[in-house]
């Protein structure tokens, strides 16, 4: 068969974009080379539909290996008692949860969209806002910090069956006791969808939500570092508490109850070979070189943000626990739109992004979001951190003069040549 070079000529390109550029989308990374090189395998070839030990199909006695080292390396990681590692996406774990936990027209209260936090968090657009009825909380209009005043209240007045914590623009960390502790009070389950800081969380860096929170989702390609995928997980199993029941009619634990949800409920056949990568990656974050890597990351993120707070940015929190901030550019005279396009043409990427309270639409935006885990990937140190601050302020504050942005542009290709991104492709 002839090499279809018109689109691995595309996928070149995009590895030369990649090393090119200081990538600072917040829910980006770069994987291991061999996490990659599991992803094209062929597992890919494999249908499997079901688990390790009761699939639907033959042949599936080395798949079965595969996914169940994926299962047995999460739960260390975590040191979680149940893990599903098929959820194709984040989106798809937290739908899992959703159907495993609830009937349509639940009540469900999560951060808001606009204060940080995620579409399936109940957003209008999103099924979770469609199918069951959302209520949000928000953040602290003076501190940033999430308001678990308000959030007692709404869970106390309007009894929802779930409460969701975690977020995708969140600085700061979550005080998973005391949300379990108004749970408790009104019946309701915690979910904690970790997408985002998952990996600080895997070596410690970060509060443990899983014995306060009954069920624990993330995604594995942030700062989990492997591929782009999803997983579910529980320490302490239990019988759902609104008798949701299995297609027979049988209570089940909502461990059984959340395996049904995934597969036959909201998926078909497992994708193996990303699963492959999957395993890859936890046994990766098992070893001490990841702690070295979560330890780079806060270290990192520290830097940059006080680099940020001595130019005169505005930080939503005035700072971070983890590995991302949140920048309010109002006082410098920018949208994050603008702001976005600008660095984008001076190869730094990331994303506009809402700040709360803010009076511009999700499409223009007021802020910025600005994450570390990728160029601590890439092997930048705490005082790269100035460096890569200076570039974008120096387009920032120069965001109408094509000449500086195009210097800029020269700056950052230079630099990101002191951090090669897979020498091993050529
Ligand atoms: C990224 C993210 C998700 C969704 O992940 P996808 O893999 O893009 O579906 C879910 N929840 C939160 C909090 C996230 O940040």
């Given at each position: 068969?002839?090499k279809?070079?018109?689109?691995?000529?595309?996928?070149n390109?995009?590895?030369e974009?990649?090393?090119n550029g200081?990538e600072l989308i917040?829910s980006?990374?770069?994987?291991?080379?061999?996490v990659m090189?599991?992803?094209g395998?062929?597992?890919?070839?494999k249908?499997?539909e079901?688990y390790?030990?009761?699939?639907?199909?033959?042949g599936?006695?080395i798949?079965?290996?595969?996914e169940?080292l994926?299962?047995d390396?999460?739960?260390?990681i975590?040191n979680?008692?149940?893990?599903?590692?098929?959820p194709h996406?984040?989106?798809?774990a937290n739908?899992?949860v959703?159907v495993?936990?609830?009937k349509?027209?639940?009540?469900?209260?999560g951060?808001?969209?606009s204060m940080?936090?995620?579409?399936?968090?109940g957003s209008?657009?999103n099924?979770?806002g469609?199918n069951?009825v959302?209520?949000?909380?928000?953040?602290?209009k003076d501190t940033?910090l999430?308001d678990y005043?308000q959030?007692?209240?709404?869970?106390r007045?309007?009894?929802?069956?779930?409460?969701?914590?975690?977020?995708s623009?969140y600085?700061?960390?979550?005080?998973?006791?005391r949300?379990?502790?108004?749970?408790?009070e009104?019946g309701a389950?915690v979910?904690?969808?970790i997408a985002?800081p998952?990996?600080?969380?895997?070596k410690?860096?970060l509060n443990?939500?899983f014995?306060?929170?009954?069920i624990v989702?993330s995604?594995t390609?942030?700062t989990?570092?492997?591929?782009?995928?999803?997983?579910?997980?529980v320490?302490?199993?239990?019988?759902n508490?609104f008798?949701?029941?299995?297609?027979?009619?049988n209570?089940?634990t909502?461990?059984?109850?959340?395996?049904?949800?995934?597969?036959p409920?909201i998926?078909?056949?497992?994708?193996?070979?990303?699963i492959?990568?999957k395993a890859v990656?936890f046994?990766?974050?098992?070893?001490?070189?990841?702690l070295a890597?979560?330890?780079q990351?806060?270290?990192?993120a520290q830097?940059?943000?006080k680099s940020?707070?001595n130019r005169?940015?505005?930080?939503?929190?005035q700072?971070?626990d983890n590995?991302l901030?949140?920048i309010?550019?109002r006082?410098?005279n920018?949208?994050?739109?603008?702001a976005?396009?600008t660095?984008?043409k001076a190869?730094?990427?990331?994303?506009k992004?809402?700040?709360?309270?803010?009076?511009?639409s999700?499409?223009?935006?007021?802020?910025i979001?600005?994450?570390?885990?990728?160029?601590?990937?890439?092997g930048?140190k705490e005082?790269?951190?100035e460096?890569?601050?200076g570039?974008?302020?120096?387009?920032?504050?120069?965001a109408d003069d094509?000449?500086?942005?195009r210097?800029?542009?020269?700056?950052?290709q230079?630099?990101m040549?002191?951090?090669?991104?897979?020498p091993?492709l050529?």
């Amino acid at each position: 068969m002839q090499k279809d070079t018109l689109v691995f000529d595309l996928i070149n390109q995009e590895l030369e974009r990649q090393r090119n550029g200081i990538e600072l989308i917040a829910s980006e990374n770069f994987t291991s080379l061999q996490v990659m090189q599991a992803m094209g395998t062929v597992p890919t070839n494999k249908y499997a539909e079901g688990y390790p030990g009761k699939r639907y199909y033959g042949g599936c006695e080395i798949v079965d290996q595969i996914e169940q080292l994926a299962i047995d390396r999460l739960k260390k990681i975590f040191n979680a008692s149940w893990a599903n590692v098929q959820p194709h996406s984040g989106a798809q774990a937290n739908t899992a949860v959703f159907v495993a936990c609830l009937k349509p027209g639940d009540k469900i209260l999560g951060l808001d969209l606009s204060m940080g936090g995620h579409l399936t968090h109940g957003s209008p657009a999103n099924f979770s806002g469609k199918n069951y009825v959302a209520l949000h909380y928000g953040v602290k209009k003076d501190t940033g910090l999430v308001d678990y005043d308000q959030l007692e209240s709404i869970a106390r007045k309007e009894k929802p069956k779930m409460i969701i914590c975690g977020a995708s623009a969140y600085s700061r960390d979550w005080d998973y006791a005391r949300i379990r502790a108004v749970a408790d009070e009104i019946g309701a389950l915690v979910l904690a969808d970790i997408a985002h800081p998952a990996g600080l969380i895997a070596k410690g860096l970060l509060n443990d939500p899983f014995d306060h929170c009954h069920i624990v989702t993330s995604t594995t390609h942030k700062t989990l570092r492997g591929p782009r995928g999803g997983i579910i997980m529980v320490r302490h199993d239990f019988e759902n508490p609104f008798g949701i029941k299995d297609p027979k009619g049988n209570t089940r634990t909502i461990t059984s109850l959340l395996d049904l949800a995934v597969f036959p409920g909201i998926q078909g056949g497992p994708l193996e070979h990303v699963i492959a990568a999957k395993a890859v990656s936890f046994g990766e974050i098992l070893t001490d070189d990841f702690l070295a890597y979560g330890k780079q990351i806060l270290t990192n993120a520290q830097a940059m943000a006080k680099s940020f707070v001595n130019r005169g940015y505005d930080l939503i929190s005035q700072g971070t626990d983890n590995h991302l901030m949140l920048i309010d550019l109002r006082n410098k005279n920018l949208t994050g739109k603008k702001a976005q396009e600008t660095l984008d043409k001076a190869h730094i990427t990331l994303n506009k992004n809402a700040v709360p309270f803010d009076d511009k639409s999700p499409f223009v935006t007021s802020g910025i979001r600005v994450g570390v885990p990728a160029i601590t990937t890439r092997g930048m140190k705490e005082s790269d951190m100035e460096t890569v601050v200076g570039l974008i302020d120096k387009v920032l504050m120069n965001a109408d003069d094509e000449n500086i942005i195009r210097s800029v542009k020269g700056d950052v290709q230079a630099f990101m040549k002191k951090f090669p991104l897979y020498p091993e492709l050529g």
